[in-house]
């Protein structure tokens, strides 16, 4: 079960660099600054196995815009272990950022 909790955090790293990446490169001029999100809306799925083989896991993560698309909600889900995890990105208009 460690295994699975390294990757899946080693997962959300690489997704979160990767959108800071894009969000820098495509949402500066947008209207709506967290566009940038719109290829991950939906629901993606990844199928685990450990390296003996017995063991399947499905990881799950759902993509939203909520607040007229001033919030992305994206919902992490590993049934096997019992794990849901909500993570909100938002815009502040405020800051800008």
């Known amino acids: 079960m ?5 990757l899946l955090v080693r997962l959300s790293t690489i997704a979160i660099l990767f959108l800071t990446i894009n969000s820098v490169l495509q949402s500066q001029n947008s209207s709506k600054p967290l566009s ?3 290829p991950f809306i ?3 799925e990844g199928h685990y196995q450990n390296s ?10 759902s993509w939203k815009f909520k607040l007229d698309s ?3 909600v994206q919902q992490k889900e590993v049934k ?8 909100t990105h938002y815009w502040d208009i405020e800051t800008q950022q």
């Open 2 to 6: 460690n295994f699975i909790k390294k």
């Open 36 to 38: 940038f999100f719109q």
């Open 42 to 44: 939906g629901t993606w």
């Open 52 to 61: 003996s083989g017995d063991e399947h896991i499905v990881h799950k993560i």
């Open 70 to 72: 001033n919030a992305v």
């Open 80 to 87: 096997e272990l019992n794990f849901i995890m909500e993570t």
